[in-house]
Nanobody, 123 residues
Framework: VQLQASGGGLVQAGGSVRLSCVASGRTISWYTKGWFRQAPGKEREFVAAITQNSLATYYADSVKGRFTISRDNAKNTVYLQMNSLTPEDTAVYYC?????????????????WGQGTLVTVSS
């Protein structure tokens, strides 16, 4: 199973970006999917997660109300819509998958990771 994240780039503060993450190989559509990010010199931090049936989502306080996670199981894809971006959102964003039916927030709960996509927000 591979996760391929895309959609990063350079955006001005206040702008929007949508990240995508496609899963290929053995289907893991039942996995919870999540997004994490890592800024230079900082630890990887949880951003958002969504369960297989999209009934449960969870967000870090820092992105709540600005970011929206969604998924399309038919396309094996999870999305992260990011609005009202600030320079503090600059980071490499990673998608991940966890073999659970809840919404874990720790990296250790996820056993599949994408390669990361860089989002840079200019002021």
């Amino acid at each position: 199973v591979q996760l391929q994240a895309s959609g990063g780039g350079l955006v001005q503060a206040g702008g929007s970006v949508r990240l995508s993450c496609v899963a290929s190989g053995r289907t893991i559509s039942w996995y919870t999917k999540g997004w994490f990010r890592q800024a230079p010199g900082k630890e990887r931090e949880f951003v958002a997660a969504i369960t297989q049936n999209s009934l449960a989502t969870y967000y870090a306080d820092s992105v709540k109300g600005r970011f929206t996670i969604s998924r399309d199981n038919a396309k094996n894809t999870v999305y992260l819509q990011m609005n009202s971006l600030t320079p503090e959102d600059t980071a490499v964003y990673y998608c991940a998958a966890a073999p659970v039916s809840r919404v874990p927030t720790t990296p250790e709960s996820y056993d599949r990771w994408g390669q990361g996509t860089l989002v840079t927000v200019s002021s």
